[in-house]
């Protein structure tokens, strides 16, 4: 199993940007995925989950401002990014739980055994 994530960048605060997370070695219609992210100096953080019957789910901060999706066909997952803040700037990994469907909230690394390689996001004020 291989996750491949991409997309990330520098951007300014206000700014948008779409993450893919290409999967290899699975498929991906049964499964859940999601995305953490690990700012400089502080713990990797849930940021979103998506369930294989496209039940979505965000953390508190970033609501109304990331949306995930995914295609089934193509095995990829996405976080489109919109209204991104400084407070955003992180690396961004995708992950997939290869023994469920459904997401546990809020989400720990532990609920998920498959892990990207992380994306580095920098929003600039």
């Known amino acids: 199993v291989q996750l491949q994530a991409f997309g990330g960048g520098l951007v300014q605060a206000g700014g948008s940007l779409r993450l893919s997370c290409r999967t290899s070695g699975l498929t991906l219609d049964y499964h859940a995925g999601g995305w953490f992210r690990q700012a400089p100096g502080k713990e990797r953080e849930w940021v979103s989950c998506?369930?294989?019957?496209?039940?979505?789910y965000y953390t508190d901060s970033v609501k109304a401002r990331f949306s995930i999706s995914r295609d089934n066909a193509e095995d990829t997952l996405y976080l489109q990014m919109n209204s991104l803040r400084p407070e955003d700037t992180a690396v961004y990994f995708c992950?997939?739980?290869?023994?469920?469907?459904?997401?546990?909230?809020?989400?720990?690394?532990?609920?998920?055994?498959?892990w990207g390689q992380g994306t580095l996001v920098t929003v600039s004020s």
């Open positions: 992950v997939v739980d290869l023994r469920g469907t459904v997401c546990r909230v809020p989400a720990s690394p532990a609920d998920f055994q498959a």
């Open positions: 998506i369930s294989t019957s496209n039940v979505t």
